[in-house]
Nanobody, 127 residues
Framework: QVQLVESGGGLVQAGGSLRLSCTAS????????MGWFRQAPGKERAFVAA????????YYADSVKGRFTISRDNAENTVYLQMNSLKPEDTAVYYC????????????????????WGQGTQVTVSS
């Protein structure tokens, strides 16, 4: 079956960095667009970043633009989220998601578009 497994979360001070990884199995990774979402306590799950199946196009939420970078390694079936200049408001559980696509140029920002989800990894940023 399809599995998405996130890792790399943890506790970091404001201004610090973390790199999240999400490794997929049970699917042909290169045919899936990928996304990162996050959910803070008491809030809905929100879009963070997305990447096309080829990795050629990316898109970011305004709140993380310039600080976070999404990338992927199709040979390793892994998508990454490099998070720099972290702020306390970045504290959340971070989830990766996968959507099968035919096009190599499409990314998706709506959580309802995605077929598969990981279990999440906690990121806590202290002030």
């Amino acid at each position: 079956q399809v599995q998405l497994v996130e890792s790399g979360g943890g506790l970091v001070q404001a201004g610090g960095s973390l790199r999240l990884s999400c490794t997929a199995s049970g699917l042909t990774f290169s045919t899936y667009a990928m996304g990162w979402f996050r959910q803070a306590p008491g809030k809905e799950r929100a879009f963070v970043a997305a990447i096309t199946r080829s990795g050629g196009r990316t898109y970011y939420a305004d709140s993380v633009k310039g600080r976070f970078t999404i990338s992927r390694d199709n040979a390793e079936n892994t998508v990454y989220l490099q998070m720099n200049s972290l702020k306390p408001e970045d504290t959340a559980v971070y989830y990766c998601a996968a959507k099968w696509v035919y096009s190599t140029s499409d990314y998706y920002i709506d959580r309802s578009d995605y077929n598969y989800w990981g279990q999440g990894t906690q990121v806590t940023v202290s002030s």
